[in-house]
């Protein structure tokens, strides 16, 4: 008999000491690494956990605990190019400041090559050669040729037209870079007042991907896009150029809507793209305005990578350059590339787990990881392997561990499970593009058999937690867009532990007077009467958003608090920030969001959202019944 258990391993949480790889650290018959669980044998021997294997050593293994890093040379040298897709259909003023962020960034040392593709308003797409614009290379969505390989993703066609006008002057040093950008902002143009703008997104990410293929394996390739508006032509189209033509809203997956149709196809079309270029491994990653009219949703086959997405209300938000700013410090510094994952267990030695690629913010690391186990054995011991490079040189992490055959259930180990089941059922969604109701009921019943998995706990916190989580995007469409709602659900994929859990039911700081420091407010949010205190500074932070509502005492500790969070290099995407007065419009908004309502604002709301009474009532009754 074995049942699975559910981990959620953070590998790079913690900070654990390097050391050069030892090849006699491996076990030559299964590949585990030594443990300092392993028995020592005499003759200079080690034995393995997982195969009981004897393994030679020249002497005395030595590692500083159960989890360490074992460092290598990289083969090859790490060259990092990227592709840089601007969308041009937009106001002048908004790509001006678009052009001015990205020419600050060019002009840093960065000796990295950059291509420039733009999407015009009238339906084409230019690659920007170096020798100057005759040179260009320019793809219509008018012309046949054009039209009908994009839909057969047929990369010999534009290569063909890519080369017949050399096709090593798209790459831009940074010299050159700033220049080009700057002749850039010069072709805004926004769409007609009676049409939408012509806009090609889905060619302009297939060239891009075309001109990522054609480096080296080894080169290392961020296709980077800064959009405005949806696809209207072409494959990846998402909404027709007639105004009077709405977008697919939430209800629409429910049924053969033809807007959810296009929807599915523009998703299949992104799918079918990404398995085209898998081997090269390009990273997509999306700078986006405008959220609601972008399409996310069905270009989400491309958002393989962490925290692939920031979204901003204009590229004149003074939040965009923070972000983008952070975006390419965590690129220098933090990002790893070629991740792979392995488990080692004495059931059933080595599973190979599918993990990102590439990681930009690696502490933000946070896998769900299901691991069947033998139920006789009291002790199973697993070990976690996760080798990855950077630009200096190449890693092999390895954790070794025990795992209880009953895990004991605090408050811990609850957020543990809630942060689970929410990375859980957002993958379902995405991972299956299935936004219709049917499977929200479906996920709202695994929401049920959660609160029986979990035994001997204060239930209040549990039921509390789920409900959160039941009012969360995950599992209530109200009040999203569907593209609002595939942003939160990749949050939740790619967010630490905390920010995850904050997302679902925000964490409140206080400031304490006696530990001089801002603490987290244990309570119920459901029976607080905090929000009717006027005197005090709360600083709340639901993982995407920072709000400092603020009272009459700590006004400026609660300022400083904030400004901390905000600037944590790790929090990406940047947060929103907020700052309220009490009583204020924002503030109403605020308690909307934090405090579930009762049955007085179910009336005000006529909404078919359970309360929370009703939602404890109902769990409460089912569970006793069991
Ligand atoms: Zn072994």
Redesign the pocket.
């Known amino acids: 008999m074995s049942s699975p258990i559910d981990l959620l391993y953070e590998p790079f949480s913690h900070h654990d000491l390097a050391q050069p790889f030892d090849p006699n650290l491996k076990?030559a018959?299964?590949?585990?690494f030594y443990s300092m669980d392993c028995p020592l044998r005499e003759q200079n021997l080690w034995s393995?956990l997982?195969?009981?294997?004897s393994n030679p050593m020249d002497r005395t293994p030595l590692v500083s605990s159960d989890a360490y890093t074992l460092t290598s040379e990289r083969k090859g040298t790490f060259e990092r190019r990227t592709v840089m897709v601007i969308d041009a259909v937009c106001g002048p003023h908004e790509l001006d400041h678009l052009i001015a962020t990205l020419c600050n960034a060019a002009a840093s040392k960065d000796s990295e090559l950059t291509c420039v593709i733009t999407i015009q308003d009238s339906g084409s797409v230019t690659v920007h050669n170096t020798v100057g614009q005759k040179r260009n290379a320019v793809f219509s969505i008018d012309d046949f040729m054009t039209h009908y390989n994009l839909d057969k993703l047929n990369v010999k066609h534009f290569e063909k037209k890519l080369r017949a006008t050399h096709s090593t002057s798209y790459w831009f040093a940074h010299d050159s870079l700033k220049k080009q950008l700057q002749e850039i902002s010069k072709t805004a143009k926004e769409g007609s007042k009676s049409k939408r703008g012509k806009r090609c997104t889905g060619l302009a990410l297939f060239i891009a991907s075309i001109l990522a293929s054609q480096c080296a394996l080894s080169t290392c390739c961020h296709i980077v896009s800064f959009l405005n508006g949806p696809c209207t032509k072409g494959a990846g189209e998402v909404l027709s150029r007639e105004r009077r033509k709405h977008m697919r809203q939430n209800y629409h997956f429910d049924s053969e809507n033809p807007n959810s149709k296009l929807s599915r196809s523009s998703w299949k079309f992104y799918e079918e793209l990404f398995k085209k270029f898998k081997q090269q491994k390009s990273n997509y990653e999306f700078f986006i305005s405008s959220l609601d009219q972008i399409g996310l949703l069905e270009m989400g086959p491309l958002v393989n990578s962490s925290m692939a997405v920031s979204q901003f209300d204009s590229f004149n938000d003074e939040r965009f350059v923070r972000c983008f700013q952070k975006y390419l410090r965590l690129r220098n510094e933090n990002a790893i590339y070629n991740c792979k994952m392995k488990i080692l267990t004495a059931e059933n030695t080595s599973i190979v787990y599918e993990i990102p690629d590439y990681v930009l913010n690696p502490k933000n690391l946070s896998l769900p990881v299901e691991i069947s186990l033998d139920n006789r054995s009291t002790k199973n011991s697993v070990q976690l392997q996760i080798t990855f490079e950077n630009s200096e040189q190449a890693y092999t992490k390895i954790e070794t561990f025990v795992l209880p055959a009953q895990p004991k259930t605090d408050l811990f180990q609850i957020q543990k499970i809630i942060a689970i089941a929410m990375k859980k059922m957002a993958s379902q969604i995405t991972g299956d593009f299935d936004y219709s109701s049917k499977h929200t009921k479906e996920l709202n019943k695994q929401l049920a058999s959660l609160l029986r998995q979990v035994q001997g706990i204060d239930k209040d916190k549990i039921i509390e937690w789920c409900y959160y989580l039941y009012k969360s995007p995950i599992l209530s469409s109200r009040n999203t867009s569907p593209d609002e709602r595939y942003l939160f659900l990749h949050q939740v994929l790619n967010s630490s532990r905390n920010v995850c859990l904050s997302l679902c039911k925000p964490l409140i700081w206080n400031y304490n007077d006696s530990k001089h420091d801002w603490v987290v407010l244990d309570i119920s949010l459901a029976r607080t009467p905090m929000f009717q205190d006027g005197n005090t500074t709360l600083c709340i932070d639901g993982g995407s958003y920072v709000i400092l509502r603020i009272g009459e005492r700590f006004q400026r500790e609660g300022q400083e608090f904030c400004c901390k969070l905000l600037n944590d290099l790790q929090r990406f995407t940047q947060p929103l920030y907020v700052e309220t007065e009490i009583g204020g419009s924002q503030d109403r908004f605020l308690k909307s969001k934090i405090v579930p309502f009762d049955a007085s604002d179910k009336k005000i709301l006529d909404t078919e959202d359970m309360t929370f009474r009703d939602f404890f009532n109902l769990y409460t009754s089912s569970t006793e019944n069991k």
């Open positions: 076990c018959g299964c590949g585990a393995c997982f195969c009981s294997r």
